[in-house]
């Protein structure tokens, strides 16, 4: 990781959240392993992993139901298993299936639960209630799976949280759903300042809304970029013939070893020998083409195959 891109080991002063060299174990298995990330107010970081990844331990930890085997997890400055009831009281959390209060009624629920904030409105947003489109009588038993997650939804914004984590929160919702509920977190996180871990294996719906992209395999943070950043500077590098037929080799061995400064390899696809490169500006296309033995075309990737590139 460059300077531009390693964010997360320099925490901001104002940084909400704060993790620093956070390793869990289960028996032998390091589901964390050394990770380190701070998230500043305002930004929209999607979380990506493979399965087992460690994304539900990390946000297990941010919510203080895990606590680090060693390395620290503060949040507002206070450490994640000891967080007080008013630096709680601006979390919201949507888990990945809401199974629980079966026999409430959905718009019972949004009251009851409501009552625990000081500070919560008294009414719920409006547009919030629009979106989730549930009926107030409904028993939560009753619900579909995609309904219970519209419900689970409302009941993490209902009181208007400045740090809000979503693990997997749309993975049962359908396409016109989740397209307005990723409309609706942009607009609240314009509005409030507030920031957001997602974790989702939906690449797409991530790509609209994030600011940043924390990859994680194997229990640590692989690549850390701003979205920014992952549209301007990162390319794929694909050799002529487009089919493999050119591996990208320069005059002197791999051409990873030999990309002119400051490309740095995220990863090399091997069926089509292309690399996946982070650094990139037009301005670098003379010295590329000149490390090659073949011609190479540069091309934009999008967040799914990056991603299966970065986590391998
Ligand atoms: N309570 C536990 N006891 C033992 N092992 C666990 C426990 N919780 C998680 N693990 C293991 O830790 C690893 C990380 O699991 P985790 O649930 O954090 O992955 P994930 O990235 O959220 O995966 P998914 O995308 O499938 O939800 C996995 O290998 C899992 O089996």
């Known amino acids: 990781m460059n300077a531009e891109t390693q964010g997360a080991a320099q925490p901001a002063a104002a940084a909400v959240v704060d993790v620093r060299d956070l390793v869990k174990v289960f028996g032998t298995h390091r589901a964390l392993d050394g990770l380190s990330f701070a998230i500043a107010p305002g930004e929209i970081v999607a979380l990506l992993g493979s399965n087992g990844a460690g994304k539900s331990t990390l946000i297990g930890c941010l919510l203080g139901f895990l606590l680090p ?3 620290t997890v503060s949040i507002w400055g206070q450490e994640a298993g000891a967080l007080d009831a008013l630096r709680r009281a601006r979390m919201g959390y949507v888990p990945q299936a809401m199974n ?4 409430f009624r959905v718009g019972q629920l949004i009251a009851y639960l409501g009552g625990f904030y000081a500070s919560v409105p008294q009414a719920p947003d409006p547009a919030l209630l ?5 009926d107030p009588a409904a028993r939560v038993g009753r619900l579909s799976g995609g309904q219970k997650q519209r419900l689970a939804i409302v009941l993490a914004l209902r009181h208007r949280p400045d740090f809000l984590i979503l693990d997997e929160p749309v ?7 989740r397209r ?6 942009d607009e609240y996180c314009a509005r409030t300042g507030a920031c957001v871990l997602m974790s989702s294996h939906i690449l797409s719906d991530l790509e609209k809304v994030a600011t940043r992209a924390l990859f994680m395999a194997r229990g ?11 549209r301007r500077a990162t390319r794929w590098i694909v050799p002529a013939g487009d089919g493999g037929a050119a591996p990208p080799t320069g005059p002197a061995g791999p051409i990873a070893d030999r990309l002119p400064a ?10 089509t020998g292309a690399l996946l490169v982070d650094g990139w500006d037009d301005r670098l296309a003379d010295a590329l083409q000149a490390a090659f033995a073949h011609p190479v075309s540069v091309r934009h990737p999008d967040l799914e195959a990056a991603f299966l590139e970065i986590t391998r």
Do not use: Y
């Not at 629980?100 to 026999?103: I, P, R, T, V």
């Not at 629009?130 to 549930?134: Q, S, Y």
């Not at 400051?262 to 069926?271: E, K, S, V, Y």
């Open 69 to 71: 085997g060693s390395g």
């Open 100 to 103: 629980a209060f079966g026999s």
């Open 130 to 134: 629009a979106w989730a489109d549930l």
């Open 171 to 177: 993975a049962s919702l359908d396409p016109q759903a």
């Open 180 to 185: 307005d509920f990723m409309a609706l977190l």
């Open 220 to 230: 640590r943070i692989v690549h850390d970029t701003p979205m920014e950043r992952f």
């Open 262 to 271: 400051p490309l740095t390899c995220l990863g090399r696809d091997a069926a």
